[in-house]
């Protein structure tokens, strides 16, 4: 979830991330409909997830006691990239700590694995050449402040749109896929 400025801090709700003095916690909330509703609960199949460990934490005392509304969350191998948290009573996590732990960890046989939130660790994903699908929820607001998904450290790649749609309330969801380098060319009319 983005805005048109980029901003991905605490769509979720007032209290989700208030660092940095972040006041428009909750801002997607006005925006829900059934369109956006159907696209979620097709994202909610069960999957692998790597998570940050910001999200994890955010995540870690909600989703257990919460599965019945996300099917297959609590089941599914949560990897989480850490240094300070090592430990967890939520099954199925498992802490990493590095780059080449994540590359492994691509390279092996297993289900598909999606990253939700984790702004940090998108932007390292990107950095490292190591995302082959970008969903996108582009959200009709500017925010102005708080914490971008993107930056100027992402490895040059070009993406090809493979689905889209837009909600009755203005939302672009837009499905991208790897499609190898990036191509320049000049613009003629």
Do not use: C
């Not at 991905?8 to 428009?24: I, L, R």
């Not at 191998?77 to 240094?83: D, E, I, R």
């Not at 999606?114 to 607001?141: F, M, T």
């Amino acid at each position: 979830m983005i805005t048109l400025d980029g901003v991905m801090q605490a769509p979720g709700g007032p209290e989700e991330d208030t660092s940095n003095g972040f006041k428009y916690g909750g801002w997607s909330g006005p925006y829900g409909d059934k369109v956006s509703g159907s696209v979620v609960r097709k994202q909610m199949q069960p999957a692998d997830y790597l998570l940050g460990r910001k999200t994890f934490e955010i995540w870690e005392p909600y989703w257990p006691n919460h599965g019945d509304f996300w099917p297959g969350i609590n089941d599914g191998t949560k990897y989480v990239l850490s240094k300070t948290v090592e430990k967890t009573d939520w099954k199925n996590t498992i802490f990493i700590e590095s780059v080449d732990d994540i590359k492994k960890l691509k390279s092996s046989d297993g289900p598909d694995i999606q990253v939700w939130g984790s702004g940090e660790l998108v932007r390292l994903l990107l950095k490292n050449d190591l995302v082959d699908e970008l969903w996108l929820k582009i959200y009709p607001l500017t925010l102005g402040e708080g914490k971008k998904l993107f930056d100027n450290s992402a490895f040059p790649a070009a993406f090809t749109l493979v689905e889209t749609l837009a909600t009755t309330k203005g939302v672009i969801i837009a499905n991208y896929e790897r499609a190898g380098e990036v191509k320049t060319g000049t613009i003629e009319i």
